[in-house]
T-cell receptor
Framework: GQSLEQPSEVTAVEGAIVQINCTYQ??????LSWYQQHDGGAPTFLSY????GLEETGRFSSFLSRSDSYGYLLLQELQMKDSASYFC?????????????FGRGTSLIVHP | GAGVSQSPRYKVTKRGQDVALRCDPI?????LYWYRQALGQGPEFLTY????????KSGLPNDRFSAERPEGSISTLTIQRTEQRDSAMYRC????????????FGQGTRLTVV
């Protein structure tokens, strides 16, 4: 099976930079995704890493180190609207299913 | 449709009743996933379809839970003889294919068993 660990809560001030870490255990790693979920809303896709390194999408970047089974989501120039839950999700290729397995989520609270 | 559509949005049922939750994925999306999400937790995998074939049902909690996708489009998750512990948000997601990186989630069905 798969397991993921991420902090339960992170707080930061508007304009700052915050990093949300994710460590995972899986037998057939295929890729790591990040999703954002606002209260009462559905998870929405942010980014995906299959290879080591940094992927940048606007204010958000995601990093992966497969050798360390570790990734992080970096949010820059924080805005109040970034207050949400952030989930890392690992895709495992074992059995050919590639099913995303989600972590428990990190609640990001942005203060003015 | 423009996005993944789930119905009903809210369902209150009495313990022991059967419920059917519907998911209409994005047109053309081959892969369809059902998840259950408790408050403050991440989505928990239930089952997965590729076209009409149920590829993996290892996440279904017990045999009261079943799912189908007979024509490779709309899917139904059925819970028989509901129990209070079944109360949760049930979410459906779809993607173009099983290796596509992005899954699109619906707004979910909030099930309350009383």
């Amino acid at each position: 099976g798969q397991s993921l660990e991420q902090p339960s809560e992170v707080t930061a001030v508007e304009g700052a930079i915050v990093q949300i870490n994710c460590t995972y255990q899986t037998s057939g790693f295929y890729g790591l995704s990040w999703y954002q979920q606002h209260d009462g809303g559905a998870p929405t896709f942010l980014s995906y890493n299959a290879l080591d390194g940094l992927e940048e999408t606007g204010r958000f970047s995601s990093f992966l180190s497969r050798s360390d089974s570790y990734g992080y989501l970096l949010l820059q120039e924080l805005q109040m609207k970034d207050s949400a839950s952030y989930f890392c999700a690992v895709r495992d290729s074992t059995g050919g299913s590639y099913i995303p397995t989600f972590g428990r989520g990190t609640s990001l609270i942005v203060h003015p | 449709g423009a996005g993944v559509s789930q119905s009903p949005r809210y369902k209150v049922t009495k313990r022991g009743q059967d419920v059917a939750l519907r998911c209409d994925p994005i047109s053309g999306h081959v892969s369809l996933y059902w998840y259950r999400q408790a408050l403050g937790q991440g989505p928990e995998f239930l089952t997965y379809f590729n076209y009409e074939a149920q590829q993996d049902k290892s996440g279904l909690p017990n045999d009261r839970f079943s799912a189908e996708r007979p024509e490779g489009s709309i899917s139904t998750l059925t819970i028989q003889r509901t129990e209070q512990r079944d109360s949760a948000m049930y979410r459906c997601a779809s993607s173009l294919g099983q290796t596509n990186t992005e899954a699109f989630f619906g707004q979910g069905t909030r099930l309350t068993v009383v």
